[in-house]
């Protein structure tokens, strides 16, 4: 069997892009694994006769080939979604991927690093050299409000990429955000954001897209990726330290700082609170000093050699 013998799969992928609105990343991700589940059965069965067992040695299977467990809950949503799509157009009589467990991952904890580092990071972007270029001068604004804006709003790096010049409201404090799914937000910048993308766009004038290359053009996620990675290095921090970590530190210092975690939840975009909650842990160095500082029953340990929590 081929993929192009699995039913209606030209119609699932223009659903998923024009009713879904699924990135192009996705879709060729998708495209890959149902690729992967036709040639697994060749002319063995016909996908109207599949059942749970047969998904389950699907997955047996590329398990024992050494597949990740992350790549093995990819490959099941992509057939989880293609059989929700002939269930839907009525191809299907009953939905064997129901029954069918996705395989557990374990918890990972977003690392973000602390305040003092991302301070440090945001403040580490190469000055303008004394004869510096016209787009050295320019490179160094924009360089400074990417930076500050991932950290003060907690944007993705492809929403980032994907900001108009009139996305950014000075007036209010705010952005307008393209998220997944092609969703809309608003999102709260800070005072110091702000100033980073005025200074820069004063250098810049006057433009579509908001950040831009060397020829004009619209900025790419991995450009934004490799400006991380040199700012990183002249900050010495880790390679933790990723474009992304500073999603992480914008929520997780929120809620250091008392923010609601639903009002987080709106401000990055996530579907439900479920998500939002893994930024909720706090080291326990930053537990010890609330606890020390606002339990009366810890006050007596202030001044000597910390003991641990009770």
Wanted: charged share 25%; net charge positive; proline share 5%.
């Amino acid at each position: 069997m081929t993929m192009a013998q699995l039913p209606m799969i030209e119609q699932f992928f223009r659903h998923l892009g024009s009713e879904r609105k699924v990135s192009e990343h996705t879709l060729v991700a998708y495209r890959h694994d149902l690729e992967l589940f036709a040639c697994f059965w060749r002319d063995q069965i016909a996908p109207a006769d599949i059942e749970a067992s047969d998904l389950r040695a699907f997955l047996s299977e590329r398990h024992r080939l050494g597949e990740a467990k992350s790549t093995l809950q990819r490959r099941m949503a992509a057939i989880r979604s293609w059989f929700r799509f002939l269930e839907r157009e009525q191809q299907l009589s009953q939905n064997p991927a129901r029954l069918v467990a996705t395989p557990h991952l374990p918890k990972r904890l977003p690392r973000a690093p602390d305040e003092e580092d991302t301070i440090r990071l945001v403040e580490s972007v190469p000055g303008v050299p004394e004869q510096a270029s016209a787009w050295q001068q320019l490179r160094y604004g924009r360089d400074r409000a990417i930076l500050e804006l991932l950290y003060s709003s907690g944007l993705r790096v492809s929403e980032l990429c994907g900001l108009d010049d009139q996305d950014v409201d000075s007036v209010a404090g705010t952005v307008r955000v393209r998220g997944k799914g092609n969703k809309e937000r608003v999102v709260p910048v800070g005072r110091q954001a702000l100033e980073a993308i005025a200074a820069y766009r004063q250098e810049r004038g006057h433009g579509t897209a908001l950040f831009v290359g060397l020829h004009g053009e619209r900025l790419l996620p991995r450009e934004v990726q490799r400006l991380l990675q040199s700012v990183r290095r002249r900050a010495g921090l880790p390679e933790q330290v990723t474009p992304h970590a500073l999603r992480h530190a914008c929520a997780t210092h929120l809620l250091q700082a008392g923010a609601d975690l639903r009002s987080i939840q709106e401000m990055l975009g996530h579907s439900s609170l479920s998500i939002t909650q893994k930024y909720t842990h706090l080291d326990l160095a930053h537990l010890s000093r609330i606890y020390d500082a606002a339990h009366p029953r810890a006050r007596y340990r202030q001044g000597k050699p910390e003991q641990g929590l009770p």
